[in-house]
């Protein structure tokens, strides 16, 4: 407890063993919406066993971008749909060049994702037949993505498909990959 009386929720490290202890806030960032744009102050956190600091940023923000997460995910879909990079960033009213690095990134990505998301719906329902294979990494990353989104709303209750995908990912779906080491904003 602390000195008001309130308790502190214990959440474990995601570099070491330790638990995250809440530390204050993060800097204020703007992060644009489908229709707005929203102010986010995430909560800072520091670990009891290796002292580094974390930013705790909400399921519906990804690391780094300045847009959320649904923003994004509409960008995976129209692309997974036949749309061209151009098309999707006039259909969001984004810069091309922001468009074309987020279809890159999750493109690079799109196998360790499918593995990832594929292997969650496993461990979400046992039971779950195999995802269908469609001849593009792209759009069988997106369908292991839906598939995994579905079992953990039948399971913990309904929630967006992306704020699932941004929660499972640590905030890292458009991140490094697991070979390297994401530029952590931390002390």
């Known amino acids: 407890m602390t000195a008001r009386g309130q308790i502190l929720m214990a959440v474990d490290s995601p570099d070491c063993t330790g638990e995250l202890r809440p530390w204050g806030h993060a ?3 703007v992060v644009r919406d489908e229709s707005c ?4 102050r995430p909560r800072r956190s520091w670990c009891s066993q290796c002292r580094c600091t974390h930013v705790l940023l909400p399921a519906s923000a990804l690391a780094r971008r300045a847009d959320t997460v649904a923003v994004i995910g509409r960008a995976l879909l129209a692309k997974a749909a036949g749309a061209g990079h ?11 060049s922001t468009v074309r690095g987020w279809l890159r990134r999750f493109g690079a ?4 994702l499918r593995v990832l998301f594929t292997a969650l719906l496993h461990a979400l329902d ?11 990494l792209f759009t069988d990353a997106l369908e292991a993505l839906g598939l995994a ?4 709303a039948r399971l913990f209750g309904p929630r ?4 699932f995908a941004s929660a499972a990912s640590g905030g890292l779906l458009l991140g490094p990959g697991p070979g390297a ?3 952590a904003n931390t002390s």
């Open 160 to 163: 967006p498909a992306w704020q």
């Open 86 to 96: 151009r098309r999707v960033a006039a259909l969001l009213d984004r810069p091309v």
């Open 181 to 183: 080491r994401a530029a």
């Open 149 to 152: 989104a579905a079992a953990a």
């Open 126 to 136: 046992a039971s779950a037949a195999a995802a269908g294979v469609t001849g593009s």
């Open 37 to 40: 744009v929203v102010a986010l």
């Open 109 to 112: 990505r799109a196998e360790d």
């Open 27 to 29: 800097r204020e960032r």
